[in-house]
Structures are given as structure tokens and as C-alpha cells.
């Protein structure tokens, strides 16, 4: 549990991927509980159109590529005023490490995943840090945890996040930023739409993850698998490798 709770009133919020799934889920939420602002990235801001007609002012579509450093440059000169950024933005594909597309695969998930998230955290962690009171907040997967074959090299892009929510933790360990890590199970949403299997609701997520900040939670489980997940995870993370290296296609 971190020293630094968050309560979204009042807070200015930039979130990547803010158009679909995830994103849009916790964009809404972030603006129900009351967020002042809410900065939605998107690599294609017409997306966001319904929801700017819905919230006016207090939504402000900014076109943001994480893979694209001039976007996250602009994205910089155009807000001022961030308490909490979340990196959303991701991408997920089947893929392993054993054949010919492998290294393709990491550098697609890495490239997006991991290189943008950092390119991101850096352009805004200095107004963070200008705060009385900030959040950092990374979205992992439980797939991070322990590798899933079928989605191998997605798997070690958000391994790569969980490692990097710790490291960026540490390094921010005497300033009040909240660095928290949020590790969905299957969400229903674009991007998990080929897979068959139970998901709960990105509306359900975005509640737990307003609630955990709230309470200063490091460790996010948002919905009904992953929270069994963690609880395994802190007693037996070789029993939830042997679980997900089942998942194999």
C-alpha cells in the first residue's frame, strides 16, 4: 500500500489509448468521479467525438502515437497541468518465441508496450513530480505475471511493464507519486475479441482501478480472474506458470 492515495475530484487525468476498451472504460470513469479534465489520447482523435459531446471542456482529445515521439512531444507543450497519467496504449497478438516471425513479434509488442510507455512517462514524470500529490498508473496483465505460450511474446512485453512499475517505483520512492501497476484478466473488449474464454466488463475494471487508487493500492487486480490471480501469485507464482503455460492455442 502506498503513502500516496488518490482521489480522482479535482485531478487533471492523461490517459493513452483513451478511444476503446480499457482506455475509454477508465476515461469515463476518471470524469464520473470527478476529474476536472481528462486528457484523452488517440492516435485518431474523431474517435473520442461522442464522448467530447457528452462531457464538453472537461474532455480534451490530444492525438497521441506512443510509438511516434513528436505526438508525445506536442502531447507535453500542450498540457500543463497533469496529476495522473495513465499509460493505457497497447497492443496484444498471438505469437511465441520458437520460428521465424519471433523477432518481429517482440519488436511489434516491445515497440508499442514497453518503448512507448517509457517515452510517455518521461515527457510527463517532470510535471508529475511538480505535484503535491500524483499517480503514475501502468496497465500490465496478468499475462506479465507468468508467461501465456499462445501470446508469448505479449506475455514478455508485460512482464517487461511489471518490471518496469517496480523500477520506476524505487526511483520515485521519496516523492509523492503513487506508482501503481494494473493487471486485467480477459477484458471484453476489441482486442481480446478472438479469444474464448469468461471476461468480465472494461466498465467493471475501470470501477475497481478509481476504487484501488482511491485506497492507495500499488497492485491492481480489476476484475474476477485476476484477483484470483494475485492471491495465487503472492503464495505460489510457479503454480500460476504451470496454469497459464497450459494456454498454448
Given at each position: 500500500m502506498s503513502k500516496v492515495k488518490?482521489?480522482?475530484?479535482?485531478?487533471?487525468?492523461?490517459?493513452?489509448?483513451?478511444?476503446?476498451?480499457?482506455?475509454?472504460?477508465?476515461?469515463?470513469e476518471f470524469l464520473e468521479?470527478?476529474?476536472?479534465k481528462v486528457y484523452a489520447g488517440a492516435r485518431n482523435t474523431e474517435t473520442l467525438a461522442?464522448?467530447?459531446?457528452?462531457?464538453?471542456?472537461?474532455?480534451?482529445?490530444?492525438?497521441i502515437d506512443?510509438?511516434?515521439q513528436n505526438t508525445i512531444d506536442q502531447a507535453a507543450e500542450l498540457v500543463g497541468d497533469v496529476d495522473i497519467l495513465v499509460n493505457n496504449a497497447g497492443i496484444l497478438a498471438p505469437g511465441g518465441f520458437l520460428g521465424n516471425e519471433a523477432i518481429n513479434s517482440l519488436n511489434y509488442h516491445f515497440n508499442v508496450n514497453v518503448l512507448g510507455l517509457?517515452?510517455?512517462t518521461n515527457a510527463f514524470v517532470g510535471m508529475l513530480r511538480s505535484k503535491e500529490s500524483a499517480a503514475i498508473i501502468n496497465v500490465a496483465s496478468v499475462a506479465g505475471l507468468a508467461n501465456m505460450p499462445m501470446l508469448g511474446t505479449y506475455s514478455a512485453s508485460k512482464a517487461t511493464v511489471h518490471s518496469i512499475?517496480?523500477?520506476?517505483?524505487?526511483?520515485?520512492?521519496?516523492?509523492?507519486?503513487?506508482?501503481?501497476?494494473?493487471?486485467?484478466?480477459?477484458?471484453?473488449?476489441d482486442m481480446a475479441k478472438g479469444f474464448e474464454m469468461e471476461k468480465d466488463?472494461?466498465?467493471?475494471l475501470a470501477k475497481n482501478v478509481i476504487q484501488a487508487l482511491i485506497e492507495g493500492k500499488e497492485d491492481?487486480?480489476?476484475?474476477?480472474?485476476?484477483?484470483?490471480?494475485?492471491?495465487?501469485?503472492?503464495?505460489?507464482?510457479?503454480?500460476?506458470?504451470?496454469?497459464?503455460?497450459?494456454?498454448?492455442?
Open positions: 488518490i482521489n480522482p475530484e479535482g485531478k487533471v487525468v492523461l490517459i493513452s489509448g483513451s478511444n476503446r476498451g480499457i482506455g475509454r472504460a477508465l476515461t469515463i468521479n470527478g476529474a476536472k461522442d464522448l467530447k459531446a457528452k462531457y464538453g471542456d472537461r474532455l480534451v482529445p490530444v492525438t506512443v510509438t511516434d517509457i517515452k510517455l512499475t517496480q523500477g520506476i517505483r524505487g526511483e520515485l520512492a521519496n516523492e509523492n507519486i503513487l506508482v501503481a501497476g494494473v493487471y486485467p484478466g480477459p477484458i471484453d473488449t466488463s472494461p466498465e467493471n491492481i487486480f480489476p476484475d474476477t480472474m485476476s484477483e484470483q490471480v494475485g492471491k495465487q501469485y503472492s503464495t505460489s507464482p510457479k503454480a500460476i506458470e504451470v496454469e497459464f503455460g497450459a494456454y498454448v492455442g
